[in-house]
Antibody, heavy 123, light 107 residues
Framework: QVQLQESGPGLVKPSQTLSLSCNVS??????????WSWIRQPPGKGLEWLGY???????YYNPSLWSRIIISLDASKNQFSLKLSSVTAADTAVYYC???????????????WGTGTTVTVSS | SYDLTQPPSVSVSPGQTASITCSGD??????VSWYQQQPGQSPVLVIY???KRPSGIPERFSGSNSGNTATLTISGTQAMDEADYYC??????????FGGGTKLTVL
């Protein structure tokens, strides 16, 4: 049973870079027919997809964030990571990592989610 | 961009059928997934590829998708089904998109 767990600082100052990691465990490596994704949820609001990465390193980002976001993958550590630069209070949210099952340009759905980590942007 | 629209709230009596809609341009040509989120918890996939249920999801959860509207139906709704529900689809212009979410209240 694959499990995902987010980790990283819970407090980030405005204008700095938010950095989170997602550890994948439970028998599933990062290879295979999956994408690895980040999603966030501001307090009291809905879900927002941020981006995903494939095992081969191909990325696809939410167009609204493309200038500030980088998602990377370290297969040797069974981890993938999120960096979001120039953060503001609007980036305060619970950040989730998730595994995506897909058929290219056809269907995409998240079948495994992490427990989420709260990140607050404040000075 | 591509938008998915859900009603903010839906109410249902225990034992009755709840229907939660998700609307988008030509949504019927796309595959829709649905997620349940209990307060303080991570979302859980309940329907994928319009109408398929993951292992462990009760049969009372079903989905359909046609025209511009996808529907999540919960038959014989139970108190434990009270939660937020989100639809999600993929679009070539916006990649992955979530609906705004629907709060299901079981009265």
């Amino acid at each position: 049973q694959v499990q995902l767990q987010e980790s990283g600082p819970g407090l980030v100052k405005p204008s700095q870079t938010l950095s989170l990691s997602c550890n994948v465990s439970g028998g599933s490596s990062l290879s295979g027919d999956y994408y690895w994704s980040w999603i966030r949820q501001p307090p009291g609001k809905g879900l927002e997809w941020l981006g995903y990465i494939s095992y081969s390193g191909n990325n696809y980002y939410n167009p609204s964030l493309w200038s500030r976001i980088i998602i990377s993958l370290d297969a040797s550590k069974n981890q993938f990571s999120l960096k979001l630069s120039s953060v503001t209070a609007a980036d305060t949210a619970v950040y989730y990592c998730a595994r995506i099952r897909y058929e290219f340009r056809h269907y995409y759905y998240m079948d495994v989610w992490g427990t989420g980590t709260t990140v607050t942007v404040s000075s | 961009s591509y938008d998915l629209t859900q009603p903010p709230s839906v109410s249902v009596s225990p034992g009755q059928t709840a229907s939660i809609t998700c609307s988008g341009d030509d949504l019927g040509y796309k595959y829709v997934s649905w997620y349940q989120q209990q307060p303080g918890q991570s979302p859980v996939l309940v329907i994928y590829q319009d109408n398929k249920r993951p292992s462990g999801i009760p049969e009372r959860f079903s989905g359909s998708n046609s025209g511009n509207t996808a529907t999540l139906t919960i038959s014989g709704t139970q108190a434990m089904d009270e939660a937020d529900y989100y639809c999600q689809a993929w679009d070539s212009s916006a990649a992955l998109v979530f609906g705004g979410g629907t709060k299901l209240t079981v009265l």
